[in-house]
């Protein structure tokens, strides 16, 4: 089966860039969704195919992907982005949605 | 406004079944394929089992795959995953998330608790 690594944890003061990378063999390929848990709440999708956002997404999230590894980058962070981040992609060998295993950003 | 309500969740006896329930509302549910996605506490999320708009295309992580099977009914827009045979690692949140292109997860519901534990 397809795996996909994040980092546990990246921490970012307030007013930084933030990236967090999903790393897989030959991701490049592939379309990486992007999804954003605060405590307690359900995911929500924050990018899709890669870099496209969301209506109500504020342009400050933004996506790449290439070659083994797809990033989301958030600018300007503000202490509301604090959540776990996981990527998303399908897996067409055997047909299975692969969720990456989620990073903590924490805002410091 | 899209949503999708989940319900069934609650406490079971390893070995036990449980069906959960996936009701949506807020768009033509009947074009839309649906996929069932889990977090066990304090872990990550994990893609559990999806199903066609038609429901005759279905499809199990291979953790649950024999124990599991989901379906739907197209005139009462609602999802349903059928938990047999469970075990202490199926305890984990259940949330039922609609399915664009390129197989992302547009909406997800709120979640339902799944507890296995004697």
């Known amino acids: 089966s397809y795996v996909v690594t994040q980092p546990p944890s990246v921490s970012v003061a307030p007013g930084k860039t933030a990236r967090i990378t999903c790393g897989a063999t030959n991701i490049g390929s592939k379309s990486v969704h992007w999804y954003q848990q605060k405590p307690g709440q359900a995911p929500v999708l924050v990018i899709y195919y890669d870099s496209d956002r969301p209506s109500g997404i504020p342009e400050r999230f933004s996506g790449s992907n290439s070659g083994n590894t797809a990033t989301l980058t958030i600018s300007r962070v503000e202490a509301g982005d604090e959540a776990d981040y996981y990527c998303q992609v399908w897996d067409r060998n055997d047909g299975h949605r692969v969720f990456g295993g989620g990073t903590k950003m924490t805002v410091l | 406004e899209v949503q999708l309500v989940e319900s069934g969740g609650g406490l079971v006896q390893p070995g036990g079944s449980l069906r959960l329930s996936c009701a949506t509302s807020?768009?033509?549910?009947?074009?839309?394929?649906i996929n069932w996605v889990r977090q066990a506490p304090g872990k990550g999320l994990e893609w559990v089992s999806y199903v066609s708009v038609s429901g005759s295309i279905t499809d199990y992580a291979d953790s649950v795959k024999g124990r599991f099977t989901i379906s739907r009914d197209n005139a009462k827009n609602s999802v349903y995953l059928q938990m047999n045979s469970l075990r202490a690692e199926d305890t984990a949140i259940y949330y039922c998330?609609?399915?664009?292109?390129?197989?992302?997860?547009?909406?997800w519901g709120q979640g339902t608790r799944v507890t296995v534990s004697s």
């Open positions: 998330a609609r399915e664009g292109t390129w197989q992302l997860l547009d909406y």
């Open positions: 807020g768009f033509t549910f009947s074009s839309y394929e």
